[in-house]
């Protein structure tokens, strides 16, 4: 199926409201029946046809079989957040006595999940460095349920190989996940390198125009279904239909969204990597990543969020830099239409919980800005220090 099929029409049936090019909302959290008989025979399949909106929703419908078939999975479930789609797939595969592994330097709040949540309920994980195949192996035990994945990760960009590592947890009987938000289902799609479970933070490139918070699992149809009758049901940390709605119309240009950051990204990180002021520059496609080799290999591009080391002596210059910026606004995030800076010394001392990276790590986003504009903002800046 090719993606602009996808994008434009898979899951839209149209005659069933009257050719609607857009797809209704479906902004209600019920369904009514005309007769107890009907009612009855509905409720055995509650989760597949409308009933009740916490479960069955067809705008939602519509989304989770787009982002099913982007990541060449069978089904998807959306959540209302990044962090909610994380915890109903680790949790869908643990259970007390079970023990993790997670590549280190997880996103924060994957990282409290396994550290500060899940531990309560005796489960116990091991970070590793993803980047050689052999600590996985050497990480393996006996009662390992899960290897948690994030390649690359959102701050410092390392890789694991991915096809190794699937191969590895299927001859141990072990389940993988990993964290595609970073390259989007245009760039990486890892179930097809034999991941079983692949999550999305949909508020980055999926909706990408920052104005809605949420989160997407794919997989098999039965891993589905059984995450969807435990975990999506009990919690209910469902994503509503005028959420859905945004999200159908933020993938219509998911492709073109993607191209052109990643395109941008490259002219941006050609100029950072040759600039005095930069001691390093780390992204995937950047030509000074030792792991260059396997991001071509498992990977169409790299995405648009990198980070730099600056070549600087104290804090008040990252503070200058990032201040004189006009172009890009600091927050957090990424994945949206603006382009975005985001310095690690905004999270206070280095060293702590919170803060294991380099004081003069500065995370950059390139959005759909025209790349020289960016680039000139970024000279201007640099020059400031
Ligand atoms: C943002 C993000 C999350 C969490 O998603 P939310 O939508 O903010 O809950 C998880 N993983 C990665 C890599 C992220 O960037």
Redesign the pocket.
Same mark, same amino acid.
């Given at each position: 199926m090719d993606i602009s099929y996808i994008l434009n029409h898979l899951g839209e049936e149209r005659e069933e409201y009257y050719g609607s090019v857009a797809p209704p909302v479906f902004q209600t959290s019920n369904f009514c029946f005309k007769t107890v008989a009907i009612m009855r025979e509905e409720l055995k399949r509650e989760l597949e046809i409308p009933f009740y909106s916490r479960g069955f929703n067809p705008t939602v419908a519509i989304l989770r079989k787009k982002i099913a078939a982007l990541e060449f999975a069978e089904d998807a479930l959306v959540f209302s957040?990044? $962090? +909610?789609?994380?915890a109903a797939a680790v949790m869908s595969i643990v259970k007390a006595g079970d023990h993790v592994i997670c590549v280190e330097k997880?996103?924060s709040?994957?990282n409290n999940l396994l550290t500060k949540y899940l531990s309560k309920y005796g489960v116990t994980t091991t970070f590793i460095n993803g980047n050689e195949i052999i600590n996985f192996e050497n990480a393996i035990q006996e009662n390992t349920k899960l290897i948690y994945l994030?390649s690359p990760?959102?701050l410092t960009f390392e890789l694991q190989d991915i096809e190794a590592v699937a191969i590895l947890a299927k001859s141990k009987n072990i389940c993988t996940i990993l964290?595609n938000?970073?390259s989007s289902p245009i760039n990486q799609n890892p179930i097809t390198l034999g991941i079983d479970i692949v999550?999305? $933070? +949909?508020?980055?490139y999926l909706n990408g125009h920052s104005d809605v918070?949420?989160?997407a699992v794919c997989g098999s149809k039965l891993r589905i279904m059984k995450m969807m009758a435990e975990e999506y049901m009990t919690i209910g940390s469902i994503i509503s239909a005028n959420d859905a709605a945004l999200i159908l119309r933020g993938l219509r240009t998911l492709e073109i969204r993607v191209d052109r950051s990643a395109q941008s990204t490259q002219k941006v990180i050609r100029f950072l990597e040759k600039h005095p002021k930069i001691k390093q520059v780390n992204h995937p496609f950047s030509d000074n990543n030792p792991q260059l080799i396997l991001a071509k290999k498992q990977m169409k591009q790299g995405g648009g969020l990198f980070s730099v080391i600056l070549n600087v002596e104290n804090v008040n210059q990252v503070e200058l830099f990032c201040d004189n910026l006009k172009r890009f606004l600091m927050a957090a995030?990424?994945?949206g239409y603006e382009s975005l800076v985001f310095p690690v010394c905004a999270l206070g001392a280095s060293n702590s919980f919170k803060n294991p990276l380099p004081w003069n790590l500065v995370r950059i986003y390139v959005g759909l800005e025209q790349a020289e504009l960016l680039i000139d903002d970024l000279k201007q800046a640099l020059e400031k220090i």
């Open positions: 957040s990044g $962090s +909610a789609a994380v997880p996103y709040w994957t994030e990760n959102s964290d938000s970073y999550l999305h $933070s +949909a508020t980055k918070v949420a989160g995030s990424w994945g």
